[in-house]
């Protein structure tokens, strides 16, 4: 895994255990706004539009990484700061980028939790020079859009929360030695209880939604490698997941790019995530996939931690893709080791 440079946090406040529209109890701030993965700039006009907007556009919004149709990475909302100063309804939103320089400014980022309301992250980076502040986004990218990321997926945990299936939940726990927090939509498919696979899932009309488990006798540092985990994925499916037509099967979709890094999930978990496309074979579904590969602490078996989404263009046009991709995530990366 690259190294990541570390930020000046200037302040963090503690995290909120409920989400809502009103104050929390723990903080007594309202809960945050704002659509998922939409991230609200605060600058000027001039500096907006300069070539820190070709820098903004690099960083936020880029294609979203293993998506069978091009969406951007984040909405960006770009505001001036006479707007946004001692207004609560721009102050509230999830997500929040301050932008400022000033000759007098040194270069810095700084990181603040919870300011004006919860889930919430403001980062604010000063700079002395249009260049300076350039720089600083493009070096800073990645922590950066993580910064971001794990806001979504701390609103995502805090909301699934409030109405998970709990019957679910314990049947994980039970079986694997770990919990996800599953909504309350979500169902367990019918599977024979030997099996070291699960399958739960949401339907709509206009998409579905899979969480897939799966475990496995560990085998040494290989199991980790690219190659291995999509065989692996593909074995899964194959013989725990029925094609919609005879002689059909789901399976990764080869042809196409996969992306995989090391991360680290919740309890100091370390696991590689994994993106890219799933198919139909013998048939026409498909669509994108996060995986998760990691061991448990003590643990000689393999974890298999996959969500995938299905969503046909012609059922859902306004459905993004991404945003879908990004309840699942929040689902797997809600992950918690039972102690």
């Known amino acids: 895994m690259k190294k990541i440079a570390s930020f000046i946090v200037v302040a963090a406040a503690a995290f909120a255990v409920l989400v809502g529209c009103g104050p929390t109890p723990l903080t007594g701030k309202p809960g945050s706004s704002g659509k998922t993965l939409e991230l609200m700039i605060v600058s000027s006009d001039g500096l907006y539009s300069s070539s ?24 960006v909302v770009h505001i001036v700061p006479s707007s946004f100063d001692g207004n609560t309804m721009f102050q509230a939103h999830r997500n929040i980028l301050i932008l400022e320089v000033d000759p007098q400014n040194i270069n810095k980022i700084y990181i603040d939790k919870d300011v004006w309301a919860t889930p919430q992250v403001v980062i604010r980076m000063t700079a002395s020079d249009r260049r300076s502040l350039d720089s600083m986004l493009l070096v800073r990218k990645e922590r950066l859009r993580e910064e971001f990321y794990a806001q979504e997926y701390r609103r995502m945990n805090k909301v699934f929360s409030q109405n998970p299936e709990f019957k679910i939940q314990e049947f994980i726990k039970n079986k694997y030695g770990f919990s996800i927090v599953v909504p309350h939509e979500f169902n ?130 306004m459905v993004m893709r991404r945003d879908l991709l990004m309840q699942v995530d929040g689902i797997c990366r809600s992950l918690k080791v039972e102690k």
């Open 188 to 317: 367990l498919a019918k599977l024979r209880e030997e099996n070291s696979f699960t399958w739960i899932l949401k339907r709509t009309k206009d998409f579905d939604l899979h969480i897939y488990i799966d475990s496995r006798p560990a085998t040494g540092e290989k199991d980790f490698e690219e190659a291995v985990i999509l065989d692996n994925i593909d074995t899964m499916l194959r013989r725990n997941v029925p094609g919609p037509s005879e002689g059909s099967y789901p399976g990764v979709e080869r042809r196409d790019f996969f992306y995989s890094r090391n991360v680290v999930l919740a309890d100091s978990i370390n696991a590689v995530e994994t993106r890219g496309l799933w198919r139909t074979y013998n048939d026409f579904m498909g669509g994108p996939f996060v995986c998760y590969t990691f061991s448990l602490p003590g643990s000689d078996r393999v974890v298999t931690l996959m969500g995938s989404v299905y969503s046909p263009s012609e059922r859902s046009k």
């Open 52 to 75: 820190t907007k070709q820098a903004i556009d690099t960083l936020f919004n880029e294609p979203q990484v293993g998506l069978n149709q091009p969406e951007s990475r984040f909405d």
